[in-house]
T-cell receptor, first 114, second 116 residues
């Protein structure tokens, strides 16, 4: 079946602009995660959704970052007033309900803030 | 606090050599899961294996094998008879057992280059 999809695959934006990144999880996966991968920082957790609620937002780096999930499916990660340090690959993953199931990752969105 | 250490930043081998990627973890939980993921040049993380803390049996899948030792908090990954297609960055990860979360804590990754 279809895997996790993310759009856009690449996004170049000017400092100060807002961006939205989209994630479509695997059908039937109730858990959804956002991670960020940048040079020197490795893979950092951002936020976890179970259904439409986000019990763990502890990884969001600042209040410029927000995310929502609707219909227990698609999720959008929004970054307001982008800064150069936001440049990274943003990865989305999904998994079946229940803790510690393997997470399946999408191809990522490469964000470049100029 | 939970932590995963992959001390090897980069490893280069020649095809057909065996190679072991090290992973050491720290956790106060008695129940936890460990994972290995592969990130080929295309960029997409590929799940390889999940192991729970109660199962210390080694696992073999084709040319891949994993050695889990709770006594040394290690979960090492060996590729036997490496091939060029094994070239990738490999990440070890640990589940976070804190309430209300299901996140993975990743190591910094080991870049494996297999030369023909």
């Amino acid at each position: 079946g279809a895997g996790v999809s993310q759009s856009p695959s690449n996004k170049v934006t000017e400092k100060g602009k807002d961006v939205e990144l989209r994630c479509d999880p695997i059908s039937g996966h109730t858990a959804l995660y956002w991670y960020r991968q940048s040079l020197g920082q490795g893979l950092e957790f951002l936020i976890y959704f179970q259904g439409n609620s986000a019990p763990d937002k502890s990884g969001l780096p600042s209040d410029r970052f927000s995310a929502e999930r609707t219909g227990g499916s698609v999720s959008t990660l929004t970054i307001q007033r982008t800064q150069q340090e936001d440049s990274a690959v943003y990865l989305c993953a999904s998994s079946l309900e229940g803790q510690y199931n393997e997470q399946y990752f999408g191809p990522g969105t490469r964000l470049t803030v100029t | 606090a939970q932590k995963v250490t992959q001390a090897q930043t980069e490893i280069s081998v020649v095809e057909k050599e065996d190679v072991t990627l090290d992973c050491v973890y720290e956790t106060r939980d008695t129940t936890y899961y460990l994972f290995w993921y592969k990130q080929p040049p295309s960029g997409e993380l590929v799940f390889l294996i999940r192991r729970n803390s109660f199962d210390e049996q080694n696992e073999i899948s084709g040319r891949y094998s994993w050695n889990f030792q709770k006594s040394t908090s290690s979960f090492n990954f060996t590729i036997t008879a490496s091939q060029v297609v094994d070239s990738a960055v490999y990440f070890c990860a640990l589940s976070d057992f804190s309430p209300n979360t299901d996140k993975l804590i990743f190591g910094t990754g080991t870049r494996l280059q297999v030369f023909p």
